[in-house]
């Protein structure tokens, strides 16, 4: 799946608003302008014209006339040049002495024919006012654009503190939740119809899973318990029987199957359990622990039938070895495991047991697994359907692991079958919010 | 000795009761929380064995009662197993030890035994059969008075042996006896043969007699 790059609700409206305004105000700017130049030109014209009519009075009476503005140049032509662009516009700079700087004017030149005389009319207007009548539709939209924005932004970020706090509160207990927990979840107060929809809906969600929770829950710890009475009187039955010699001379493999079968299911029940105890995460008795003491234990128990078995342990422990974990769990992965060495361990080398600051390390010596190295830590995987085991050993270590941000890995190397139980670097519960 | 039972299955009730009818207790039942109740309140025991899930309550208001009233009877309590808040509930309430469910009956009145030794030191941490005598106290073994050196398994399961005697242990109930669960029980039977090799040894080398009976290759018997 393509990552998208997640963007708060909040930004991503900002960021929208932002854009329209900003159009808004694009579009507007244009029109303005649009319709000052309008202006401008038609205003230009009609001061055009009324210079030219002045000037066309004058030479209707006085022939040529004598005093002129600054802004007007007047000559008489020889001919008229039919081919020449009239009337004809330019916008030049023009010295403007008493401000002493240079103005923009535009200039208007036309021929015409009064009294059999061809003449020659040039009538320059200054275009600076106009101009700057331009410039100031600009110099006030920009800055209310940059206000508005601004505001926009003030705005939002003041409103997701307040606006968005029931959102966030809720968030926060989905967050916390825990399943089987018990303690209910508080009603967050808002007024806000898409959140109260949305905890309406989390709570009957909640309502539900407690529901099956509680009835998976009550089910599993009655099987676990009540089958364990009937099996116990089971046992204690056919114990009874193992113990009457006319019975056993007679059916002894029988009472052994029955006797054998039943420790089976008893005990398949118990781990069952206790896989379904852990996945509902009800060992979360965190404590931080440094492994070493417990390995250590561990190894003490399990030392004499190394020894019975010819099989040497190496270890290596690091005091740096320190797991966030429930005691009780980490006793049932070191159990497991070392078990589990024990069980299958050849006597080419010895089992070998290290720890480091970030690292759990296992081995012992044996041919390689012939099938599914990969389907290794799932429940009843058996290699070669050894009957022996219940194969569940692995995958209760792996689930322990797996809620404790610990990954587990296996590997065979140099005829040895390792174990490496290292910490999680990557953060599997990224904050939400 | 006199103990009571508080099992709701009667079956299971019945079984224990005559194992330890067998092995040398007075022993009483009773079927519900409050028939266990009104019992203790009464008769004096020495040691009540309480399954903690009874049909008409918790197991664990009879240790409550016990010690709230000041009780003289150790406490053993029966729990599911993997129900660690009940074991380490029921300890704290003031049970001297508990046992869980399927247990073997050899196992139960090891767990007896231990706790009344504890419990009184009247003398009777020496066990006798015969030549052997075990004191718990100093763990030492003596044949024919003479001290053997065994190693602490095979203490352990001479021990086993000596409180359960003429009854047949089944190796799944040594192995759990002598390991717990650290070891897959089809390694622990061969490490089993091993041990009572060795121990049958060490007994007769001091002029002991052999009365340890492999039993159709179930299990093995202490008797004469």
Redesign the interface.
Known sequence: MKKIQSIKLLSKTTLFYLIFTFLAFFLSAVFLTNEAEEFINDELEHRFNHTERKIRRQLKTDRYPDRMPETVELSELANIDSSAQIPLYSDTLIFNADLEEMQLYRKKTIEFEEKGHFYKLSVSKSLEDFYRLKDDIFGALIPAFIILALAIILFNSLLSGTLFKPFNKILSQMRTYKVGSETGVKQVTTSTSEFKKMQQLFHEMLDRIEKDYRNLKEYTENMAHEIQTPLTVIRNKTENLIADEAVMEKHASTVKTIYDETNHISKLGNTLNLLTKIENQEFSQTERITTRQVIEKHLESISELARLKSLKIEKQLSDQHVLNIDPFLLDIVIKNLLRNALHYASQDGPIKIKTTAERFILSNYGQPLEQGVDRLFERFFRENGTQTSQGLGLSLVKKICDLNRLTISYAHKDNQHIFTIAKSDEDLNPDIS | MKLLIVED?R??AD??TR?LVDSGFVVEQALTLSEGLKKINVYQYDLVIVDI?LPDGNGLDIVKEIRKKKIASAILIVT?????EDKVHGLELGADDYIT?????AELNARIRSILRRNKFDGNNILNMNEIKMDTMAAQTFVHNKPIIL???EYDLLLYFMVNRN??L?K?SIAEHL??????????F??IY?HIKNLRKKIMNAGGKDYIKS?????Y?FSE
């Open positions: 299955n079956h299971l079984d224990i194992f899930g599911a197993k993997n129900a660690i469910k399927p247990f073997h009956k190693t602490r398994k009854k047949v089944t799944e390991w717990g669960d650290h070891v897959d029980q089809a390694d622990s061969d490490f091993n039993m159709y290759g179930m299990g018997k």
